[in-house]
């Protein structure tokens, strides 16, 4: 097996349950093509084995601290089960669910979504893609499903020098599949939707949502209305607003879909709708903030916060007495500690009591692993204007 060596300070990554190592930690490298490789420190001590990116920042991402285990096909096949049988129960709620969350799982760069019968997967390293043979054919073992679509058009892929495309690696995939999220039902579009086909990531807090919702509702960032339907289920009346024509014209199915004719479906940029609705002192009895990522990098963070801070305290101001506000954030960038102090300085400025419900992560399936911040992403809170 081929070896690299690393730095102190890249095997005190290691030791702080971060899997990555960088480029610049890695001392000597092997020559060969991506792959599995053992590694050591400098003074030659094993240290576990990785997964080798020759062309990626991010160089080697550990799999086994066990240096002498070998990653063949029966290590996918246990590695992968693990992974599953830590989701038995969910299929009782939804029949679309994340079974592998990458680093969360401790399969670094591997994303498998379950859709129903058929599988979407994202393997995001070059080391990852060698053994791409042993990943379909432990999902085959395991599950039996019908198709298996690679979703690989992400920019990550570019970053190892990977081809970015989506491809069928078996079986047949359907343009739509329906996913069932408690009582609700809505479309997933595996091969053309935003990540794998859905925003699994959000199914929990979407249940809360719908259990507090009452009164007219607003969905600010609805896509194909999923926060919408769970709130229709409740609210006298539900409009979901996106700036994608195309997202309403899903949305709108999926209410029929549901046999809800209490939509309404509104194509607008949110900060300006907000705005509107503000001067004409328009009132909501619950709204739904779930926007895309303000901020994509660390530096755009600022002018993220002066979004995010500017879309709740309109929100916060459009509530009736007694009205409920679920907002997130998506931005990795964007920290617990951050995303708390954008609230609370939204609230301060809104002239409004606003009451901390409920603080709300991702799904119990995306698995947030504490010394890998990255496999964090989603902030939620449930809040309430007291009067
Ligand atoms: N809440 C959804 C996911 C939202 S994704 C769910 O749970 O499934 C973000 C959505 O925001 C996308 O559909 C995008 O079209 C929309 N969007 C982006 N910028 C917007 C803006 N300024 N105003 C309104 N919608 C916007």
Redesign the pocket.
Known sequence: MLTATVSTKGARRWAAGHPWIYRSDVLDAPADDAGAVRVTDQRGKPLGIALWSPRSEISLRLLSSNADATIDAPWWHHAIGRAIARRSGLDRETNAFRLVHGEGDGLPSLVVDRYDQWLVVQLMSAGLEHFRSDIVQALLDHLSPAGILARHDVSLRAKEGLSQDVELLFGAVPEEIEVREDAVRFLAAPWHG?KTG??LD?REN?TLVGRVARGRAL?????????ALHLARQASHVVA????AH?LVRAEENFRRNGLTNGEFIE????E?LKVQERARVRFDTI?L???AFAKTRSALQAALRGYKEINLRAMRLLSPGGVLFTASCSYHLTKPLFLEMLEAAAADSGRRMVLRELRGQAVDHPELLTVPETGYIKGALLEALD
Do not use: E, I, M, T
């Not at 969905?219 to 926060?227: L, N, R």
């Open positions: 935003q859905a925003f959000q979407r969905d600010c960032f609805s896509y194909h209305g999923s926060f607003l996106d700036s994608s997202a607008a940029n949110a900060f709708y739904v779930d926007p895309p």
